[in-house]
């Protein structure tokens, strides 16, 4: 390790002012390293250079200023419980009042004589006098350095535990200061000169203190070039492991490779119900042409709802059992394992291949033997939830691994399912579909078929969004549906934090319906708390039209195919992400009947609530719903709470910079086949699997 490698390898405790409380803290947010506190960015920016003179404010100005504070307290308003913190500034030219709202505990923050810096829009008071409300505040010992916090553009930071923005700036400085200006740079040379980008150092600096001339506004939008250099290198480094972990994927060799003959396409005919559509059958070539190379296979088959994965997978399956390996299909809930079970089951019936089916309810006992049965090779197909992956799980040649419904599993588990074997053949499918940025950040490493249309005869949902107040309406298109034989949905939202009371809130409306509505109906209830068993009777009932009406929470939401269900009502869909309304509506339309789903919301929307919305109305492609979608929300929440599989970046935003990881892609594709990178890439993987929190495959 060189000298400014050890620098940066520096544990943050280690640094003046960090101490273990504070180290735990930066822990907790993934900050380890003294270089993992510098790339991690500001959150925004403040023009400090120019604090103005309180005499000076105008109405309708956003300022900065300093000052000391004369008075501050605690009022109480009429509204109870309600209070607002009053304080005074003075810097020698006059003196201004500020108005903290709903913010009780400023009380322990502020005292005074405190020297502060306060940021934000000015306004006048009714009074005639000017005010600050809610400003974004600072306060400033004597002892600090005015060159760090003030007279200067300053970085604000995220406030991390008990790390103040304001002790972080501090960090940062002297972390900075520390640092070798010809600091290695991890951007190869020849790459970095022909972008012109600045050297890493230099980056560093300008994007944690930027220069005096620097643009305020560029510098909000992180599209300086010295904070475009380091998203690059983020990217660059990322785009880098995955190319990698490619390359390393390609050098393994399957132990048996699997082939195809007319013997084998027969079986795969008298299995299959229906004729493919022309999607299914491209993407069931590409991965059988995988399956007979002898590198594993990596693949993602995306396809929307409704689309048809299952049977390319079945039939995928079906080839490596005719060749005497075993399969591993794992779902990411018990009713999907279940529901895959049954239908799998149904179509081998009249085949000699022995089937499985293990979640985690699976009882201990008949656990065992189906284990016994799996290591001996008896069964030639396992269908599971996440059980499958356990330890105890040991397969005698598995030869293919299939995973639906791809974003509930992390890369870890994925990773985990692969070492159930030396190397065997892996297919990812995934209903939600995936913008073209995301799947190359979160599936970079894979091949992708995309299966773009949908079985014949199948008629696009109408969708419609009508505040809770017309409900009546809505029931009565609902009786008229089930009058003429369909089934249908109400679905309720569960939230994560609230799953209690929104258990409550999905089982009174339940009885509800079930009483009061639509007594003379038979409703049935279904929710991720029930018991396995009591889950899959309710589900049956449905699936065979025992239960006309099922109220459910979003468990529901992936893969469950009832096709006589032809309405969906979704209570709160305001509460729902595009891509999950998406998901669900996906239930529907998937017979001849024209369907329907109604968004029920409760006024009033917000803007974002309105869009996402409209888009329902207005589109059924899934792609399309993504790409709004994460344009909407980001990345974060794209995949719902759970962010499974989503590397954490520090610089990098999915949505604002799309174009930069589709430029480093680009850059690393190039580099590889240029012949420099060999060497370069050993460094890069290591760094890549530390910094992304992914661990290698294979
Ligand atoms: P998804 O891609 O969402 O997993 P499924 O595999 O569950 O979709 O398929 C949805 C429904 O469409 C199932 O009932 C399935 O039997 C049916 N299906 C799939 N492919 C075809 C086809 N080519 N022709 C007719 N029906 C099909
Ligand atoms: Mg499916």
Known sequence: MNAADEVLATPLQFLKGVGPRRAADFERVGLLTLEDLLTRFPIRYEDRSRLQSIASL???????????????????????????????????????????????????????????????????????????????????????????HTGRIVPVYEKTGSVTPKMQRRLVFDALQRL?????????????LRLRLPSRYAALLATHFPPADAPIDALNRFATPAQHRLIFEEAFLFQAGVAARKQALATEHKSIVPHVDDRIRESARRVLPFKLTAGQRSALKEIVDDLQRPQPMNRLLQGDVGAGKTIVALLAALVAMENGLQVAFMAPTEILAEQHFLNISRLLQDSRFRLALLTGSTPAAARR????????????????????????????????????????????QRASLRTKASHPDVLVMTATPIP??????????????????LPPGRTPTKTTAKPESRRDEVYAFVRAQLDAGRQAYVIY?????????????????????????????????????????????????????EIQMLVSTTVVEVGVDVPN?????????????????????????RDRHQSYCVLLYQAPLSDEGRERLRAMSETTDGFEIAE???SLRGPGDFFGTRQAGLPTFRSIDLVRDRSVLEEAKQEVDAWLTSGAADSALAVMRANWAQRFGLIEVG
């Open 369 to 412: 033997a189906t284990l016994a049965e799996i290591q001996a090779g008896s069964i030639h197909l396992v269908v599971g939830t996440h059980a499958l992956v356990e330890g105890d799980v040991g397969f005698k040649e598995l030869g293919l691994v299939v995973i639906d419904e791809q974003h509930r599993f992390g890369v870890l």
């Open 180 to 192: 070798p200006p010809d600091l290695p740079d991890q951007l190869p040379d020849g790459v970095r």
């Open 58 to 148: 105008k109405p309708g100005q956003t300022a900065a200023m300093a000052g000391r504070l004369l008075s501050c307290g605690l009022r109480s308003t009429r509204r109870p419980g309600f209070k607002i913190f009053d304080a005074v500034v003075d810097d020698g030219t006059s003196s201004i009042r500020i108005s903290w709202l709903n913010q009780a505990f400023l009380r322990d923050v502020f005292a005074p004589g405190q020297h502060v810096v306060l940021f934000g829009a000015v306004e006048m008071r009714g009074s005639g006098g000017l005010q600050l409300t809610n400003p974004q505040y600072e306060i400033l010992d004597d002892e600090d350095g005015e060159t760090i």
């Open 565 to 589: 269900a032809s309405v969906m009502i979704v209570e709160h869909a305001e509460r729902f992400g595009l891509s999950q309304l998406h998901q669900l509506r996906g239930r529907v339309g």
């Open 436 to 453: 073209r940025t995301l799947a190359l950040t979160l599936y970079g490493d894979l091949d992708v078929s995309v299966i773009r249309d």
């Open 628 to 630: 709004r979608d994460l």
């Open 493 to 545: 939202p569960l939230v994560e934090e609230s799953e209690k009371v929104d258990l409550k809130a999905a089982t009174a409306m339940f009885d509800h319906l079930a009483q009061d509505v639509f007594p003379q109906y038979r409703l049935g209830l279904l929710h991720g708390r029930m018991k396995a068993d009591a889950k899959d009777r309710v589900m049956k009932a449905f699936t065979s039209g």
